[in-house]
């Protein structure tokens, strides 16, 4: 009895055996081109010729900084190179936060993408009920500050005042503008420092309390900060200029705050490079903008300039410029592939050139 027992035991587990064998061979094969882009990027994260060849071309331009690449959606580099503060002997680490320039601009831009998302404001709105005093700008739309084809002028230069309120910030630049008739590209700061009143104005809060609550809050972004509120006790990266052969040469421009006051809405952040990362994939991924709101502030069908980006056949560059400080972000429009600079001392070459050699290089890498 008991032998008959086991026997019928053993019968039993091993059609169970061969049942289960058989569904796993039928199993369907998960998708071959994800499976592929997985193995692809973790095999080149791994690879240290990578790391390697990016250093190379790094120091060839005797860039000074630091580096982030993304390939098919994996960071494969995020680096540092050189000093922040070369005569107290800090180095640069990717855990600073360096002012960003003009890559704040996108960020404005998305502002009022969501705003034109919430119905509040269209790209054809006109400046007339927001600057009532200024008969200028009262033709003046929403999609021409965007795009930096206003008409509007305005000299770049130091107020020659700390500009404490958002409301001196803007009074500023209302008073320094010029407005022509000529609306062709004419990039000036003074139109995102506009754009950044209309926030203010629709919103009934500072530019900087929505800034925080509709990006920096829930991106969950811990290194970007105001110009006034960096921590004072995190290294400032000093500002420097290769020249003569000579790294670490004196760069005319500083850490500024006097400029920095006048710059609402258009170069007045301090951001580490993830950070960065984490505000370009939330441009397309739902935590800013969905794919079809940034499609419409961006125009990414046109080439050229669109709310504060560069775009050009699926490609977006994106700039930002005070002196020694420079930063560049490339790479496509998904940012599946992307490379990120933020220098103290740019590129001899520029920033864009290298960030460029970069980008083709890790597309066109295989370990094949």
Known sequence: MKKRYWLLTSLVLVIFIIIIGWRLVKRPLPDKAKDTTTVSSILVQSNPLV???????????????????????????????GYADFGRVKKNNIRLAYPIASLQKFMTGSLIAQLVAA???SYDTKLADFYPNHPELANIKIRQLLDHTSGIQMAESNPGKLLGLEEDQLNYVL??????????????NANYTLLSGVISQVTGEKYETVLQNKIITPLHLKRTFSWEKRPPKMTLPIAYRYEDGKDYQDDAFHADKELFSSLLGAG???????????????????????KKEYKQLAQVENAGYAGGIWHDE?????????????TFVYGDESNRNLVILFANQPAIDGDEQLATDIYNFTVAFSNE
Do not use: C
């Open 119 to 121: 119905g509040k404001l």
């Open 51 to 81: 790391k390697a060849d990016i250093k190379q071309m790094v120091n060839k331009e005797h860039f000074k900084g630091v580096v982030l690449v993304v390939k098919n959606g994996v960071v494969i580099n995020r680096s540092a190179y």
């Open 314 to 326: 699926g490609l977006k560059s994106i700039h930002g410029s005070l002196g020694g400080y420079d």
């Open 175 to 188: 008073s320094e503008i010029k407005v022509g008739e000529d609306q062709s590209f004419q990039y000036t």
């Open 268 to 290: 007045n952040l301090f951001m580490s490079i993830d950070d960065m990362l984490k505000v370009q994939e939330g441009l397309t991924n739902g935590k800013i903008l969905t």
